[in-house]
């Protein structure tokens, strides 16, 4: 499926594809929690990084955050727009063809999840409130299923 995406001010668009559209996850760690504020949560997709297309490259500005217990920045790189703060997407270089956009800045209409992940409720803010559905998985850290092997169990392949 093609992805396409935008900030809230319209100075950043971007294009990929992705073989695994679905928005399957809410991950509650701090990072997502505070860079992105949506719901106290973010939603990642994955896409083929190669395919990426990207108007407004200068407008982007990029965030690595520091994970606690470690001296050093995770290599993983979060993209916002330096104009209205909007989160686009995390790139890793460990995993270099894979790129995670948020879906928040997702413009394309996204398929509805038949269930879904929560995942790092160990790092879960007291005050957010988990709306698991009767289907939906819970972790307190990283579950062992990928964002492909989930799409893959599910049938949910493009």
Not at 111 to 135: I, M
Request: aromatic content about 10%.
């Amino acid at each position: 499926m093609r992805l396409e995406g935008s900030c809230h001010c319209g100075a950043v668009r971007f294009r990929l594809d992705s073989a695994h559209p679905y928005p399957f996850n809410r991950c509650y760690c701090s990072i997502c929690r505070k860079t992105q504020g949506g719901g106290g949560y973010a939603i990642n997709l994955s896409g083929d990084a190669r395919t990426l297309e990207v108007e407004g490259e200068d407008s982007i500005a990029v965030y690595r955050a520091h994970l606690e217990g470690v001296g050093e920045p995770s290599p993983a790189e979060r993209r916002f727009c330096r104009t209205c703060g909007s989160a686009l997407w995390v790139w890793d270089p460990r995993w270099p063809d894979l790129l995670h956009p948020f879906a928040s800045a997702i413009d394309s209409e996204l398929p509805v999840p038949p269930e879904t992940t929560h995942l790092l409720l160990g790092s879960k803010a007291s005050w957010v409130p988990v709306e698991a559905g009767q289907n939906d998985k819970q972790f307190d850290e990283y579950p062992d299923e990928s964002i492909a092997d989930w799409h893959q169990r599910l049938g949910l392949e493009s």
